[in-house]
């Protein structure tokens, strides 16, 4: 009887004991990551913790940013993978649109304008389109191919089969519902979910235009438990619904129409939500690590609680040799065929000459300098990359869906500001696409300072070494006496007036990614208007100044500058070499002493000069900035002190100093230089302070006849200051600043304006 007892206990136990090894290792846990932005990034802190601590995950669904991490887990990337990633230069690209230096095209770059909206009409109607998106695509769909080309491919394009089993949600706006993501390019699904509205453009996939999951699934727990239904789900939240609408508030309406509400809680009692502190703005990036830390911090709160329900660990070295075991299966991205979509026969011939690859065979690195090369065209608006894996050839095939730019663009902008410097600007550009790429270009700025006028086209061909012919003419006027700068005193300013119409005929080819030389010939007529004293009535004639000329010039450039005004990375460098030759014709007027009528002189002389401009700590709130400047010319004094000065190129380092008639930083011979303080308060809102010292070899002086002499070498110097809180808007900056001049009359003057100071290049500049 004993026996009996003693036996069936036995039993019990061992059978009890199998079960619950079974059970153990038979136990799923799925982990789900939440959308929520530059918030998300706390999903890294949160795997890592779960790693370190031994937790498994068996599946992982993801929203919009937790797309991304979640993918990237599913790749095989560990944790600290994924934090190291998202420290690089790349990844602060990739979130801001920006790209980097090494791949920036300068050459294809357009001539920067005044433009703060850029509207395209559509080829069959009237529409116009406008922009939907704030940051450049191009760089974060060329990344996102790169990082999943290799994983995708040994899953056979299947989720189920990656190294963790993956699901994300993106969202159907006509439908008005979520799509979840089981199979397919996983670039493209991820790109999908994390697709927010009016940041990043949306994409369209099977015919569907998809945008950011989190529009209508935040949380997607539910597709976790619907697909896998885990034993136990860890759910990583950094996100909530929207408070209700305001009256006042556009932007809360407009959230609440195209966000639904969603479900931040789990489907099962089987489960555990935890919440990482994150108090940042939504799309900052700049200080990722404290968010790490909170993501790592608020899992380990939860982590015994955790280890009481998951009794399954994962074995450290399990996990690694699982990660390199799919790693081996992943193939290398290489391409052995190139498939243009969106463009006719010969349109694709031009892109695939700016693709430039000279073998068949091409990898990732080789293409990546043409992707960029053809992105930056200005003829292409938009350039998608998918790699498909082909297992017959053991080679990737690149599908390259190209929407070419529309054929005609119309831009407007301008600047407002309290002084009266204000103007419009407008332009139109017809482009076409085929052989060679042309664009023919018009535009015109009109204000009290400043007005003008220019037609120009530009011929690119796609040469094994591109280049570009661009010929043009333009009409500037510069009004000095109505822009005066009138601030602390009432003082009546000098009348001048400043006339140029010059045509030039230039051609350029690219130095490496970031430069290019251009060379070119052209003439033209600049008229000056000038009295010789403030004091005149409406009855007095002004001095008349013609200077007809022709001039030749080169110059080597180098630019990637991050912005076309208030710049904080990047550099500029150009020094240029130009000969002019002209005749110079003076007519005096009324209040001029001068009795000789149409007087003439000849002028022949070269022009050097050196600009560079650099920034430094691209990550940092505090970025630094060098500028000199540095002129030598051997142009000879004109016929007057008024004439010389104003035939004389000019220092003008502030945007308020371009806008200005200042005699004291004018010389035929100078250098110059200065230190820029740019301190980052806000995203794209910033303190700048700069500073800057002119030093001509001679200054002009002027004699008792209005007549110019030249001062000791080197016995003045002059300096130039501003201060001002700038606020870089998507459409133009706005800025509020002090500005001074080393000058006897109104040194400080006070400016605000909003919008670009930016004029058509000047007759010899």
């Known amino acids: 009887m004993n026996f009996t007892k003693q036996t069936t206990n036995l039993l019990f136990a061992v059978v009890l004991f199998l079960f619950s090894t079974s059970f153990v290792q038979a136990q799923k846990v799925g982990v789900v990551l939440s959308g929520g932005a530059a918030s998300g990034i706390a999903h890294i802190g949160v795997l890592k ?19 991304l991490v979640g993918s990237l887990y599913s790749m095989g990337y560990s944790p600290l993978q994924i934090e190291a990633l998202a420290k690089t230069e790349e990844f602060k690209n990739m ?96 790109r999908a979910s994390m697709s927010y509205p009016f940041y990043i453009r949306p994409i369209l996939i099977d015919g569907k235009l998809l945008f950011d999951g989190g529009l209508y ?22 996100s909530s619904n929207n408070p209700s609408p305001d009256e006042d508030n556009v932007l809360s309406q407009i959230k609440t129409m195209l966000q639904s509400k969603s479900n931040f809680s789990l489907p099962c009692e089987n489960g555990v939500i935890i919440q990482p502190k994150t108090d940042v703005g939504l799309f900052n990036f700049n200080n990722i690590q404290p968010l790490i830390d909170s993501g790592y911090a608020a899992t380990i709160r939860e982590i015994g609680y955790i280890k009481n329900y998951v009794l399954r660990n994962s074995e450290t070295k399990q996990l690694s040799d699982k990660r390199k075991a799919f790693a081996r299966r992943q193939p290398d ?27 068949k065979i091409v990898n990732l690195e080789n293409i990546k300098e043409g992707y960029f090369r053809l992105a930056a065209d200005s003829k292409i608006k938009y350039i998608y990359p998918i790699a498909k894996y082909n297992p017959k050839s053991g080679f990737f095939d690149l599908f390259l869906r190209i929407k070419k730019e529309k054929h005609l663009i119309l831009d407007f902008g301008g600047v407002f500001s309290i002084r009266p410097n204000s103007e419009g600007y407008i332009g139109i550009k017809y482009n076409e696409l085929g052989k060679f790429a042309t664009s023919i270009m018009a535009n015109g700025y009109f204000g009290k300072l400043y007005n003008s006028a220019q037609i120009k086209a530009r011929f690119d061909f796609p040469f094994r070494t591109p280049i570009y012919i661009e010929p043009n003419i333009t009409w500037n006027k510069f009004d000095y006496y109505k822009s005066s700068n009138q601030f602390l005193k009432e003082v009546k300013p000098e009348y001048l007036l400043q006339r140029e119409v010059y045509g030039s005929l230039n051609a350029g080819f690219p130095t490496g990614k970031k430069g290019r030389v251009v060379g070119g010939a052209g003439g033209g007529q600049i008229t000056d208007k000038y009295y010789q004293t403030t004091v005149f009535t409406l009855k007095d004639t002004t001095d008349r100044n013609d200077f007809n000329y022709y001039t030749t010039q080169t110059y080597y450039e180098i630019n990637s500058l991050n912005r076309k005004q208030y710049a904080n990375q990047g550099e500029y460098l150009n020094f240029k070499i130009r000969y002019v030759n002209g005749v110079e014709h003076n007519n005096p007027g009324s209040t001029s ?62 945007m308020d100093s371009k806008t200005l008639f200042l005699e004291n930083y004018r010389a035929y011979e100078y250098f110059a230089g200065g230190l820029k303080f740019v301190v980052n308060i806000r995203k794209n809102i910033e303190i700048r302070a700069e500073a800057y010292i002119f030093q001509p070899y001679q200054a002009f002086v002027r004699t008792p006849t209005n007549q110019t002499d030249y001062g000791l070498p080197f016995a003045l110097q002059h300096y130039v200051g501003t201060g001002a809180i700038v606020w870089n808007t998507p459409i133009g900056p706005m800025s509020l600043g002090v500005n001074y001049y080393d000058q006897v009359v109104n040194p400080f003057s006070l400016d605000f304006h909003f919008g670009y100071i930016i004029f058509n290049k000047r007759a010899l500049e």
């Open 217 to 238: 699934n935040n949380f997607p727990s539910n597709v976790m438990y619907q697909d896998f239904f885990p034993d136990f789900i860890i759910g990583s939240n950094v």
């Open 95 to 190: 979130s801001e649109g920006i790209i980097g230096q090494n791949y920036a095209y300068y050459f294809k770059r357009a001539d920067d304008n005044a433009s703060w909206i850029t509207l395209r009409l559509f080829d069959s109607t009237i529409q116009t389109a406008i922009p939907t998106n704030v940051i450049s695509p191009i760089v974060m769909d060329f990344g996102m191919m790169e990082l999943t080309g290799g994983p995708a491919a040994a899953s056979g394009y299947n989720f189920d089969s990656l190294f963790i089993p993956f699901r994300c949600v993106a969202s159907d706006i006509e439908k008005k519902e979520s799509v979840v993501f089981r199979n397919g390019d996983l670039a493209q699904a991820v």
């Open 49 to 67: 913790a779960l790693e370190e601590n031994n937790i498994p995950i068996d599946y992982i669904t993801g929203t919009s940013m937790g797309a």
């Open 593 to 654: 002493t001068d009795t000789i009528e149409d007087y003439h002189s000849h002028h022949e002389y070269y022009v050097m000069k050196l600009t560079a401009e650099k920034y430094f700590n691209r990550r940092g709130t505090l970025k630094v900035g060098l500028f000199g400047e540095a002129l030598y010319s051997s142009q000879t004094l004109f016929r007057n002190y008024n004439a010389s000065v104003l035939s004389a190129p000019a220092f003008q380092p502030t």
């Open 333 to 359: 991205v290489i391409f052995d065929s190139i498939i243009i979509e969106g463009l006719n026969d010969t349109e694709a011939e031009y892109a695939r000459k700016i693709l430039r690859h000279k073998n």
